[in-house]
């Protein structure tokens, strides 16, 4: 267990977890509440998370694999990968415009 990390491994990974499943679970809520821009927000952060805990990590361990040899390069790759996708996409929906856009109420989108 101590080669994979230990228990920082358990916590980098399960910060990796909650930083995809709480954006997707309020996404969810809002949506349910009828809340639109909210649930757009969060939507975005939820997308961003998991493309960066799967695209990012990789990204990450093949360029900084010269400086972390050890399981710490591992952690940093795991904590820092979701945070990532989730700040690039948030930032690129607001910088487009994409999360200011409004949108017709759901009621009469839906009929």
């Given at each position: ?107 009469t989108a839906i009929s």
């Open positions: 267990m101590q080669a994979y990390g230990g228990v920082l491994s358990i916590i980098a990974f399960g910060t990796m977890w909650a930083g995809v499943v709480v954006p997707a679970t309020l996404g969810y809520i809002f949506i349910k509440r009828k809340d639109i821009e909210n649930h757009r927000t969060w939507m975005i952060r939820f997308f961003g998370a998991l493309f960066g805990s799967f695209f990012f990590w990789r990204i990450e361990a093949l360029v900084f694999q010269w400086m972390f040899s050890s399981a710490n390069g591992w952690l940093f790759y795991t904590v820092t990968s979701w945070m990532l996708g989730m700040f690039l996409f948030d930032y690129a929906a607001r910088k487009s415009g994409f999360s200011l856009a409004k949108t017709p109420e759901l009621d």
